[in-house]
């Protein structure tokens, strides 16, 4: 297989043209040129993020065969809003220093596989490439939960290779996710209720409410899985489960996802052959329905030029998202990406044992 190469563009050149798609100020022209540079920095991580997961899959189902492992491209919408924040500078990201243009994501069944593999296979493990250790500490969300309820585990690596047409990929940052069911249960949730809600509880924006909500049930979780909670919420688990009950009959949570998984129309659910290894999905919250598209494995250019074309017709349309993901299986793509599928039946499982 053919891997896309960088246009030339240097790291200089792909700071600007992410500094020129967030600026008001620039012509339609310039936006236009800039977008290509972007496209084209997003796709050449293609090759260092395929090297990531082939590597995240084994070493995964050698620690627990039921494993789910995915890989995706960041979207253009998500990469936009990452460049409005400002960095430790205060100043905007820099569009080469974003550290998960490319991301793979695990998924084990508990919190203690997810630390086994994160400590026995990448903290402790060989690999050639170079992680970035300064943040290895602030990225381990189970230790140390973000404000907001998150957890997981984060590693971030510089690709490394000596051979050549590979030294062309050197340095560009993967992004990899060690998640828990649980842990993924409940990023998978929120991401369900900004579809249908327009929050933005993921980006940490929307109504107080609704955050506290979340940030209360990851705790709940959290004891579940007898680790850190997260910051200034009840440590009595009687407490936090009232909290829990109140905030869930003042949002009616679980009448809404229920409803809200009633009515999604899901287009293009089928069983694939085995050569069909990237999915598009495209779903519409206006008209009520997800459109997925699958690609064989030795068509993902088409499906990532599919993807830049659909990105850019509906980039004003904030009911509309739209996701390239790399999966085995089209059952691996529900089951790593419920949030699309409007699929919150776990979640809620667990939610009504807390308020029963």
């Not at 084994?58 to 960095?87: F, G, P």
């Not at 997800?290 to 030795?298: G, M, P, V």
């Not at 830049?308 to 017709?313: A, I, N, T, Y």
């Not at 299986?329 to 776990?346: C, G, H, M, V, W």
């Amino acid at each position: 297989m053919e891997w896309m190469k960088s246009k030339g563009y240097s790291r200089k050149h792909v700071n600007r043209a992410g500094s020129i798609l967030i600026n008001k100020q620039s012509s339609e022209e310039e936006k236009e040129q800039a977008l290509e540079v972007l496209d084209n920095w997003r796709e050449i991580h293609k090759y260092p993020l395929h090297i990531f997961k082939k590597r995240l899959k084994v070493v995964s189902e050698d620690i627990d065969k039921n494993a789910l492992t995915v890989q995706r491209l960041k979207r253009l919408y998500s990469i936009l809003r990452k460049l409005k924040r400002y960095d430790g500078n205060k100043s905007f990201m820099k569009l080469s220093r974003m550290q998960d243009i490319a991301g793979c994501r695990v998924v084990l069944p508990n919190v203690q596989l997810a630390r086994k593999l994160y400590e026995e296979k990448y903290i402790k493990g060989k690999l050639k490439h170079e992680i970035i250790k300064k943040d290895i500490m602030k990225q381990d969300y189970i230790t140390y939960p973000k404000e907001d309820g998150y957890r997981s585990l984060h590693l971030v690596y510089k690709y490394k290779s000596n051979k050549e047409g590979k030294k062309d990929y050197n340095g560009l940052l993967v992004e990899i996710q060690i998640r828990s069911k649980l842990q993924h249960l409940w990023a998978t949730a929120i991401e369900v209720v900004d579809f249908f809600t327009g929050q933005g509880l993921k980006f940490n924006k929307g109504r107080k409410e609704w955050k506290e909500f979340f940030r209360l049930v990851s705790s709940a979780f959290a004891i579940m899985e007898e680790t850190s909670l997260v910051p200034n919420t009840p440590s009595s688990k009687e407490k936090l489960y009232q909290a829990i009950k109140q905030g869930e009959k003042e949002l009616n949570l679980i009448k809404a996802m229920e409803g809200w998984t009633e009515i999604l129309r899901v287009f293009g659910m089928r069983d694939y052959p085995q050569d069909y290894k990237f999915f598009l999905m495209e779903i519409d919250v206006n008209q009520e329905r997800l459109t997925i598209t699958a690609f064989k494995r030795d068509e993902e250019d088409i499906a990532i030029e599919t993807l830049e074309r659909l990105e850019k017709k509906n980039s004003e349309r904030k009911e509309y998202d739209i996701v390239l993901v790399g999966a085995d299986t089209i059952s691996d793509l529900r089951k790593a990406y419920p949030n699309y599928f409007a699929d919150t039946k776990e979640f809620l499982s667990k939610l009504k044992n807390i308020i029963k």
